[in-house]
């Protein structure tokens, strides 16, 4: 379960936010904070998310499409 987060004000313009997520660190799931990353004119922004594959789940970092 998402933890709740409110993204602070961008610190300038064109930034896009990255919302916080789990991620297993070996031994446990360990949260990752949400934080800003300078945005690109050309592509779209797809949030991270998870996807299921025949062996299990896997976690899809956000990234430009």
């Not at 930034?15 to 991620?23: F, L, Y």
């Not at 990752?32 to 976690?59: A, F, S």
Request: charged share 25%; hydrophobic share 35%; proline share 9%.
């Amino acid at each position: 379960m998402p933890m709740s987060e409110i993204a602070p004000e961008a610190p300038g313009a064109g930034m896009v936010w990255v919302k916080g997520h789990w991620n297993w660190n070996g031994r446990r799931y360990v949260w990752v904070e949400g934080r800003w990353l300078p945005g690109k004119r050309d592509g779209r922004w797809i949030e991270g998310h998870w996807d299921e594959r025949p062996r299990g789940w896997i976690w899809i970092p956000g990234h430009y499409e």
